[in-house]
T-cell receptor, first 113, second 109 residues
């Protein structure tokens, strides 16, 4: 199995630009999670999906952030417009079901200048 | 809301010394999970404990789940440079995992 796949691995963009992060979960996993990691705030859960349905988006910082899961094999996290404080590593993780062990992707390192 | 606290935040040891990180939850947990994140890497699942008082071993790593299922510990015997990284505990709550802040371990050769 290829594991959780994320793209791009690195993204450098200017403030105000739209950023789209992509994730392909492990086949057969029904839960998908988006996390953000920074030195200051640690690992934060942004949103998670069960069976492609958003369950809890209370961690999404503000309206500039949105996430979709159009099918079981693909999810996106979009930031529009991006700001320098959005700079972080964004991880996608999947699991068989919520509360099970999670498998993390390699992450996308986002830098907003 | 539920909180998962980990101590210490940082631990620097000489190679060969032992290391322990502690995890405490404000509420009873159905299970506790442990993850390791190498520098520049992503969190990797290590183990899950479910039963009260459970102890599991993985080579030099020993994991314990408290009797009240509110605390847990990870102990590494005779650390090696390959043990470097951040160790996270996580407890399930409402369909998601609540992660501790992590303990960053550095090992001096």
């Amino acid at each position: 199995d290829a594991g959780v796949i994320q793209s791009p691995r690195h993204e450098v963009t200017e403030m105000g630009q739209e950023v789209t992060l992509r994730c392909k979960p492990i086949s057969g996993h029904n839960s998908l999670f988006w996390y953000r990691q920074t030195m200051m705030r640690g690992l934060e859960l942004l949103i998670y999906f069960n069976n492609n349905v958003p369950i809890d988006d209370s961690g999404m910082p503000e309206d500039r952030f949105s996430a979709k899961m159009p099918n079981a094999s693909f999810s996106t996290l979009k930031i529009q417009p991006s700001e320098p404080r959005d700079s972080a590593v964004y991880f996608c993780a999947s699991s068989l079901a919520s509360n099970y062990e999670q498998y993390f992707g390699p992450g996308t390192r986002l830098t907003v200048t | 809301g539920q909180q998962v606290m980990q101590i210490p935040q940082y631990q620097h040891v000489q190679e060969g010394e032992d290391f322990t990180t502690y995890c405490n939850s404000s509420t009873t947990l159905s299970n506790i999970q442990w993850y390791k994140q190498r520098p520049g890497g992503h969190p990797v699942f290590l183990i899950q404990l479910v039963k009260s008082g459970e102890v599991k071993k993985q080579k030099r790593l020993t994991f314990q789940f408290g009797e009240a299922k509110k605390n847990s510990s990870l102990h590494i015997t005779a650390t090696q440079t390959t043990d470097v990284g951040t160790y996270f505990c996580a407890g399930p709550r409402g369909g998601k995992l609540i992660f501790g802040q992590g303990t960053e371990l550095s090992v001096k050769p």
